[in-house]
């Protein structure tokens, strides 16, 4: 009975000690919110037509919406859509590119 109390003793001392570490490695909201506004920024994807990147951020993502409403088609993520609908997406991308380009200067 005593190598009992001795097995609990010590198991509840090893969990004493762990609960501190474990709170501390939990992410605080602010943290979590921050990574994901970080991997919004980097977010990069390549466009094989004219072979460059492209920074996947909020002004891409409303091109992106504004060629899918010209399509009248319904909001899809863009990694779900198939090779040759990224394809036309980074052609009329570059096209309407430029015209922004010119607006701006």
Known sequence: MRLEHKYLASFCLSAALLVPMGALAMRAPQDEHERHEQE??????YDPVHRDYHSWDARENEAYRRWMEERHEAYVDYERLDRKRQ???WKWRHKHEEHEEHEHH
Do not use: C, G
């Not at 919004?40 to 994807?45: A, F, T, V, Y």
């Open 40 to 45: 919004e920024r980097e977010l990069r994807i």
């Open 87 to 89: 394809e036309e997406y």
